[in-house]
């Protein structure tokens, strides 16, 4: 129940609370609760090596990212050519 009122609440914050809107996500919360529910993992646990592994991985990824976006956005004569694909 409190997992349900948490996803409505999520969804009146995203959403707004119009009326109209009401139905489709309370049938949301419930399918959002009851999804969450049969798929969380039976027993959760972190390694310390798993972790340091991922972070080794992560972090100069991230780093890297950052940089590029950094680059990009300041640069005087930016190499972006927005617009759709099609």
């Known amino acids: 129940m409190t997992r349900g009122a948490g996803f ?3 969804w009146l914050v995203l959403m707004g609370p119009a009326m109209k ?12 609760a009851w999804t969450s529910t049969v798929l969380w ?6 390694s310390f090596p ?6 080794v991985r992560f972090l100069p990824q ?13 640069a005087l004569v ?9």
């Open 78 to 86: 930016p190499p972006l050519q927005p617009g759709f694909v099609t």
């Open 8 to 10: 409505l609440a999520l």
């Open 50 to 55: 798993g972790v340091l592994r991922f972070l």
């Open 21 to 32: 809107d009401l139905p489709v996500g309370v049938v949301a919360a419930a399918a959002a």
């Open 62 to 74: 991230a780093v890297a990212a950052g940089i590029d976006v950094a680059r990009r956005a300041f």
């Open 41 to 46: 993992p039976a027993r959760g646990s972190l």
